[in-house]
T-cell receptor, first 113, second 116 residues
């Protein structure tokens, strides 16, 4: 079956530091890949997505590239801000799962001034 | 409304009670999903509706869980004879398209259920 594995948190960084949150996946088909973010007290929001191999999703300074050869979709940002403090979820969907999102466990990020 | 609305936001139930959780999706959205999120975990899929049709209920953990969307808009997730392991945040999400849609899912803030 499908599954998503992402690095354990919490991750604590100073403002302007470089961020990487690792995500790898297992899927029987050709999934679409997503990063969702949950800010404190808010619902999950789509951050970025990629629907095929080598696609790069980007939004708000965050980027992730769909790597089929390593089955990865790592999230990166060159310079984090305090306002980026949130929980980040990697997810996939494909035909075999009825297109329901399959989430990782989430990685909590805390950015300090 | 502007977003997905869920109610109640918080619910405390005694073990054995029945609960009903409501989801108002974004107007016109075809797809509606329910997820269960335990503390410190990612959301787990429960069930999926396309309009009023429940096309996938493979994630419902037991026959105590029941969901409906009778008119293709508002949905209710009902849990009968609640158990402590049902304590979680229940998330509702909607999207504009139907199956095979890779568009954005819009999530509500969730209903936090605590079973004592």
């Amino acid at each position: 079956g499908n599954s998503v594995t992402q690095m354990e948190g919490p991750v604590t960084l100073s403002e302007e530091a470089f961020l990487t949150i690792n995500c790898t996946y297992t899927a029987t088909g050709y999934p679409s890949l997503f990063w969702y973010v949950q800010y404190p007290g808010e619902g999950l929001q789509l951050l970025l997505k990629a629907t095929k191999a080598d696609d790069k999703g980007s939004n708000k300074g965050f980027e992730a590239t769909y790597r089929k050869e390593t089955t990865s979709f790592h999230l990166e940002k060159g310079s984090v801000q305090v306002s980026d403090s949130a929980v980040y979820f990697c997810a996939l969907s494909d035909r075999n799962s009825g297109y329901a999102l399959n989430f990782g466990k989430g990685t909590s990020l805390l950015v300090t001034p | 409304g502007a977003g997905v609305s869920q109610s109640p936001r918080y619910k405390v139930a005694k073990r054995g009670q029945d609960v009903a959780l409501r989801c108002d999706p974004i107007s016109g959205h075809v797809s509606l999903f329910w997820y269960q999120q335990a503390l410190g975990q990612g959301p787990e899929f429960l069930t999926y509706f396309q309009n009023e049709a429940q096309l996938d209920k493979s994630g419902l953990p037991s026959d105590r869980f029941f969901a409906e969307r009778p008119e293709g808009s508002v949905s209710t997730l009902k849990i009968q004879r609640t158990q402590q392991e049902d304590s979680a945040v229940y998330l509702c999400a909607s999207s504009r398209g139907g199956l095979a849609n890779t568009g954005e899912l819009f999530f509500g803030e969730g209903s936090r259920l605590t079973v004592l």
